[in-house]
RNA sequence: GGUCGCAUAGCUCAGCUGGAUAGAGCACCUGCCUUCUAAGCAGGCGGUCCUAGGUUCGAAUCCUAGUGCGAUCACCA
């Protein structure tokens, strides 16, 4: 029983045994560092049961704590809150237990929970990845480990826009201007290279709308009669029916793409454990739409088309299916995610990891799949994130005010780098382990600047104001990490349980151990790295202070040499594994 | 116009189910490297928690209305 349940359950015996009264619930907070004490007892709330003076209600309730529980050594009143001092000795217990536990604050999974699928990245292939999927990536992988720490098993998926108009502008323009390039005659990257006659084609689509205009046309009817444009609906066509050369070409670019895009993925460090295209899964859901039309959840209208009705939820209308037969956004996704239950029977639920734009989309989506009766339709989350906006505005790929998520990774490692060589704290390392560390700390300071900040919210980038290194960042928790490995390389300690008499600091540092196994909880609950990102900085900042201020290896006795020493394994460890499920590293030496 | 989200120090952000004098980092100013890594520590400066009402013993937190910013409301995806 941890030690607010057993509080929580004295402190209701004392209220019925001096006031003759039952209460449902006993209101804990951390004591505030101005008063002496660990754990405080609000008071006001009993004041509903119990009448009387919130002072003196607090010093029976106290007097009773002290007589009654071993842990509690003392107690002062302070208007309505009972401060608690809590003996060294329960957190001396407390940490002997967790002291050599790896893989504290992760729960294993059980094989009889259902499953959770988190979706994230899920690309357009006509382009290459920027900072906005990079925002997506982090949140999308650091929500599936932490909901695997949480004890759900996971699998990690993306969707692969890999067809549609976008595709056959880049395979038009390369066919047209490409002259047979490929990556490995130009050392591009193939989603660069695809990238570029992405942007090709609309260079050249302007260019014919603007002769049109100049023949007379107006400027709505050359944007539809640009020849460039109407070749690529007809390559659309074209590969919509199979044909073959088509075909061969749009698994040629697209192939270059993926080898592309898993370079980015390797270097940010994200997986995926299965992948769907929407080639494969685009004509999916509309059987769906025929059932749902039997049950009436659909309606069809006189023209054909067909619609939920979704106005008694406060929604508006929304088209199933097209007037032409035709499936729309919501029947592929709707088709999608029947079938990835299908193809995984051990999933009971799903997160969605795609931009705030689409709230709408995703409120109306589940809501279908609710209507059409399926019951893991409850578990579904949109992981709704804020956009990354620069300074200048929005990023629009199209007009090249994008930050390329390639060059954000060497732009950060080479800061890394510039920073390290300056302290020079490396040397005797190798050139490559050296480059290893100088990832690690970029990609970390990167991740962490991302993570760190509540999902919903926009966050505003500034390509010309690096990302920081000191303070509330990435590379400060990395830091403490490695200055603890340099601890532990140096001690030698005996290996036993200690007791000692506790520090304020190491107090401290015990209270903010003691609660990572429930920050993983929440981050879980609220599918929220910020919570983690938030929790080891804390931990991070008391730990420096216990650092600087209190000597491991001048300590005053043995035990107490071989605590901090312990205690300083138990802080690095957890920031280890709060930092794995954020998917940043942490480098032995920096 | 309807709906959804956001608004806290000059800047970037915390603030858990309502609780004590609202916290960090950056920036600016002071100190601290001959001793375990100074990417650090100790301290200073800095607030109309968007506004107005309401609920409550108690509101940055909950409710209502308003203001500002963003998103969305396609037989596009």
């Known amino acids: 029983m941890s030690l607010q349940e057993t509080l929580s359950n004295q402190v209701k015996q004392a209220v019925l045994a001096s006031f003759n009264v039952e209460i449902e619930s006993v209101e804990f907070q951390a004591t505030r560092k101005e008063f002496a004490g660990d754990?405080?007892?609000?008071?006001?709330?009993?004041?509903?049961?119990?009448?009387?003076?919130?002072?003196?209600?607090?010093?029976?309730?106290?007097?009773?704590?002290?007589?009654?529980?071993?842990?509690?050594?003392?107690?002062?009143?302070?208007?309505?809150?009972?401060?608690?001092?809590?003996?060294?000795?329960?957190?001396?217990?407390?940490?002997?237990?967790?002291?050599?536990?790896?893989?504290?604050?992760?729960?294993?999974?059980?094989?009889?929970?259902?499953?959770?699928?988190?979706?994230?990245?899920?690309?357009?292939?006509?382009?290459?990845?920027?900072?906005?999927?990079?925002?997506?990536?982090?949140?999308?992988?650091?929500?599936?480990?932490?909901?695997?720490?949480?004890?759900?098993?996971?699998?990690?998926?993306?969707?692969?826009?890999?067809?549609?108009?976008h595709i056959c502008k880049s395979m038009l323009a390369w066919k047209r201007f490409g002259n047979e390039e490929t990556p490995e005659s130009t050392g591009l990257k193939g989603d660069k290279l695809v990238g570029n006659y992405y942007v090709k084609f609309d260079q050249e689509y302007k260019k014919e709308i603007q002769v049109l205009v100049e023949e007379g046309q107006t400027e709505e009817e050359a944007k539809k009669n640009a020849p460039i444009l109407l070749e690529a609906q007809e390559m659309l066509r074209q590969w919509e029916s199979g044909d073959e050369d088509t075909v061969a070409l749009w698994k040629t670019m697209n192939g270059w793409v993926y080898n592309g895009f898993n370079e980015t993925y390797r270097n940010l460090g994200v997986d995926f454990d299965t992948l769907y295209y929407e080639s494969d899964t685009y004509l999916l859901g509309k059987e769906f739409v025929a059932e749902g039309l039997k049950s009436g959840v659909f309606h069809k209208e006189e023209d054909g088309s067909v619609w939920c009705d979704l106005t008694h939820e406060g929604l508006d209308k929304k088209i199933v299916q097209r007037a032409d037969g035709t499936a729309v956004y919501m029947t592929q996704d709707i088709g999608t995610a029947i079938q990835r239950i299908k193809d995984f029977p051990d999933v009971g639920g799903m997160v969605y990891t795609v931009g705030n734009e689409q709230d709408y989309h995703f409120q109306v989506l589940f809501l279908i799949l609710k209507k059409l009766g399926f019951d893991w339709a409850k578990n579904l989350y949109?992981?709704?994130?804020?956009?990354?906006?620069?300074?200048?505005?929005?990023?629009?790929?199209?007009?090249?005010?994008?930050?390329?998520?390639?060059?954000?990774?060497?732009?950060?490692?080479?800061?890394?780098?510039?920073?390290?060589?300056?302290?020079?704290?490396?040397?005797?390392?190798?050139?490559?382990?050296?480059?290893?560390?100088?990832?690690?700390?970029?990609?970390?300071?990167?991740?962490?600047y991302i993570l760190k900040v509540d999902p919903k919210k926009r966050i505003l980038f500034d390509p010309k104001e690096s990302v920081d290194f000191q303070g509330n960042t990435g590379p400060f928790i990395q830091y403490t990490y490695?200055?603890?490995?340099?601890?532990?390389?140096?001690?030698?300690?005996?290996?036993?349980?200690?007791?000692?008499?506790?520090?304020?600091?190491?107090?401290?540092?015990?209270?903010?151990?003691?609660?990572?196994?429930?920050?993983?909880?929440?981050?879980?609950?609220?599918?929220?790295?910020?919570?983690?990102?938030?929790?080891?900085?804390?931990?991070?900042?008391?730990?420096?202070?216990?650092?600087?201020?209190?000597?491991?290896?001048?300590?005053?006795?043995?035990?107490?040499?071989?605590?901090?020493?312990?205690?300083?394994?138990?802080?690095?460890?957890?920031?280890?594994?709060?930092?794995?499920?954020?998917?940043?590293?942490?480098?032995?030496?920096?």
Do not use: C
């Open 39 to 165: 754990i405080t007892i609000v008071v006001f709330p009993l004041l509903r049961f119990v009448k009387g003076n919130p002072v003196q209600i607090g010093e029976t309730i106290g007097d009773y704590l002290v007589e009654n529980v071993s842990d509690v050594k003392a107690f002062n009143v302070v208007k309505g809150f009972l401060n608690i001092e809590i003996s060294d000795s329960y957190y001396i217990n407390f940490f002997n237990g967790i002291k050599g536990d790896e893989n504290y604050g992760f729960v294993s999974s059980s094989s009889n929970e259902k499953a959770v699928m988190v979706e994230y990245s899920s690309p357009n292939t006509n382009k290459p990845l920027h900072l906005g999927h990079i925002r997506n990536n982090l949140l999308g992988y650091s929500v599936s480990e932490i909901l695997k720490a949480s004890g759900k098993k996971i699998y990690k998926t993306q969707i692969i826009n890999d067809r549609g108009i």
């Open 382 to 448: 949109h992981l709704s994130y804020g956009m990354v906006d620069l300074p200048s505005g929005k990023m629009k790929s199209r007009e090249g005010t994008v930050v390329d998520a390639d060059d954000l990774i060497v732009e950060m490692t080479d800061t890394a780098r510039n920073i390290s060589q300056e302290l020079g704290k490396l040397d005797g390392y190798s050139e490559e382990e050296k480059e290893g560390i100088y990832q690690t700390i970029g990609l970390g300071a990167l991740k962490y």
């Open 482 to 590: 490695a200055r603890i490995q340099a601890i532990l390389r140096k001690a030698s300690i005996e290996e036993k349980d200690v007791a000692v008499e506790l520090d304020i600091k190491e107090k401290e540092l015990l209270k903010q151990l003691q609660l990572f196994p429930e920050t993983i909880q929440n981050a879980a609950s609220q599918h929220s790295p910020a919570l983690i990102a938030n929790y080891t900085y804390d931990l991070v900042k008391l730990y420096n202070s216990f650092f600087q201020n209190i000597s491991i290896f001048g300590a005053d006795s043995e035990n107490e040499k071989i605590f901090r020493v312990q205690l300083s394994r138990a802080v690095s460890n957890t920031i280890k594994n709060a930092f794995s499920v954020l998917g940043i590293n942490v480098p032995a030496r920096m």
